[in-house]
């Protein structure tokens, strides 16, 4: 076999599957977003539908409304607020943990690693769930923190169902993916540039903020944009914990496509998010490569 | 630890708690005897022999264990493919087709599958979603095998060169056996996320087959009882198992999902 026709059967296989079943579909999906809903919802048929003097039965009104209407400006301005928020919580929350790994001794780093990562693997849903358990009106936690409440003299909140709930599960479940490139880049500090800094004269927090934090902001960046791109996204977070004034983008890409059926207007929210998120990856690369000068 | 990091010790003590604590709750409540998820009221076994008799539960398990046999036998075969093919060639579509389904919001494949399937007049199903299982999990293998074949000294691939193997045998004699944890790792990575995968199965479900994590699903949104703890507790189980087997075949292949 020549290297050409080995290269050629090797390659073939995976790449047609996923032009097939990634690519193609993603094309049509941007292609709908340009058409008519049929009239039982969903897509209209692709030949002889539409007004014939359109062209192609390809029409501009799906954007013209998303454009036209504040409402899913708002909606992306508020899933961008919770995918913003839950990227600081984690930051806040992983950085001591990814320090304490990277500068705890080598044999256990490895577990240390592995122990941030076990419980990301359990399911998706049962780490959501897990929150409803805790956040229900009946919880010890709940109790315990509506009787402070009670102390200082507020009256008690519902803790599930609410906003609070969201960020709770959003951070939950992304945690891991801002802890494990912050400690690959921790890890790989050199700990003399932290003796020379106190060789001359900088105090713990001078050593963290003029040292540590700036040679990890490469880190901070591809944690930020693994946490914020899936975030931006998630439906089923919202749909689990949120109250029903919590809906995200996901949410209503869910109801266009399977409550609503009206996929090219689904389609359009799902192709600004994947542009928004092209751009934020892009730009989260762009940053951190600018960094590493 | 050569400075005083108690702080910072501190809040990393406190963050793995806040990682593994709701998860032991789940558990906990599993062997709980009461209705409700409030307080502990004392041990029983009685919601692990509720899901035994759960007939859409059992149906649920098994659609869900072929769906993972099938889109993991499949998955890992074209992703050890897309892993050679990116390590060996110079290729430009492959690699970025293979990082984009992991790069992107998954519910936008959810969906885009969803419009793709029923303007094939595809009934949606089991196939459809094996099928999309295997989109996604290619990607996975193909980022394993890769890594792995990285970590492999090209010298052996030469001296069998030179001892008269043919390229097919060296593939076969040399560069198999030596990738081999990695495949198996990745399968198991493809087994673990198919069987896990809650959203774009979501969409690509249509209204008959149900799986675990759908099942689950419905189960929270209508009514919690103690048998949601008991499946989670025994999926967790499950991959668990499927991870420290994957890890101990091939180290770091589980360091990012």
Not at chain 2, 194 to 202: L, Q, Y
Request: net charge neutral; hydrophobic share 55%.
């Amino acid at each position: 076999m020549s290297p050409r026709a080995a290269r050629l059967w090797i390659s073939s296989p995976p790449l047609v599957y996923l032009l097939v079943f990634f690519a193609i579909p993603a094309l049509i999906m941007v292609l709908a977003s340009f058409r008519y809903a049929g009239e039982l919802g969903g897509l209209a048929p692709l030949v002889g539908s539409g007004d014939p003097d359109e062209l192609a039965g390809l029409t501009l009104e799906n954007y013209q409304r998303f454009f036209g209407d504040s409402i899913y400006l708002e909606l992306f301005l508020k899933s961008f607020l919770y995918a913003s928020t839950t990227t600081v919580l984690c930051l806040v929350l992983a950085y001591p943990l990814a320090l304490t790994i990277a500068r705890s001794h080598a044999k256990w780093r490895d577990l240390l690693v592995l122990l941030v990562i076990l419980p990301f693997w359990s399911n998706f849903l049962i780490r959501v769930y897990a929150w409803m358990i805790i956040l229900g009106p009946q919880s010890a936690f709940t109790r315990v923190f509506n009787g402070a409440l009670g102390l200082a003299g507020i009256e008690p909140v519902a803790l599930l169902f609410s906003p609070v709930a969201v960020v709770i599960g959003l951070v939950y479940v992304h945690l891991p993916f801002m802890v494990l490139p912050l400690y690959a880049n921790l890890e790989k500090h050199d700990p003399s540039l932290l003796d020379a800094a106190q060789d001359l004269g900088a105090g713990a927090w001078q050593r963290f903020w003029r040292v540590t934090f700036p040679l990890s902001l490469p880190g901070v960046y591809a944690g930020a944009a693994l946490v914020f791109i899936p975030a931006l996204g998630i439906f089923a977070i919202p749909d689990i914990l949120g109250g029903t004034d919590g809906l995200l983008v996901g949410n209503v890409i869910k109801q266009q496509f399977l409550d609503a059926r009206d996929w090219p207007f689904g389609s359009v929210l799902s192709i600004v998010l994947t542009v928004l998120a092209v751009l934020f990856a892009g730009m989260a690369a762009w940053v951190a490569r600018g960094q590493r000068l | 630890m050569r400075r005083r990091p108690w702080l910072v010790w501190t809040a990393g003590v406190l963050t793995y708690l806040f990682l593994y604590v709701p998860l032991i709750i789940v558990v906990v409540y599993s062997f709980n005897d009461s209705r409700l998820n409030a307080e502990w009221v004392g041990f029983t076994t009685h919601w692990y022999g509720e899901l035994l008799r759960d007939e859409q539960m059992i149906e649920a398990a098994w659609n869900s264990l072929l769906i993972g046999v099938v889109a993991s036998a499949v998955s890992t075969v074209l992703g050890t493919m897309a892993g050679y093919a990116i390590y060996r060639f110079r290729l430009r579509l492959l690699p970025i087709l293979v990082v984009m389904p992991i790069a992107i919001p998954e519910i936008l494949m959810g969906v885009s599958l969803l419009i793709f399937f029923v303007m094939l007049n595809l009934t949606l199903g089991l196939v459809s979603i094996i099928l999309s299982h295997i989109a996604f999990c290619v990607g996975f293998v193909a980022i394993v095998v890769r890594s792995r074949l990285s970590g492999m000294d090209e010298s052996l691939i030469e001296a069998a060169r030179d001892l008269g193997a043919t390229p097919v045998q060296a593939f076969r004699l040399v560069t198999l056996p030596l990738i081999m944890p990695g495949i198996v790792a990745g399968a198991l990575m493809a087994f673990t996320l198919s069987i896990d995968d809650f959203v774009i199965t979501f969409f690509t479900a249509g209204v008959d087959s149900v799986t675990l994590p759908l099942q689950i699903y419905s189960m929270i949104k209508i009514a919690v009882t103690p048998e949601v703890n008991a499946v989670s507790t025994l999926l967790m189980l499950l991959t668990l198992v499927l991870i420290v087997i994957a890890t101990r075949l091939a180290p770091g292949s589980f360091r990012g999902k």
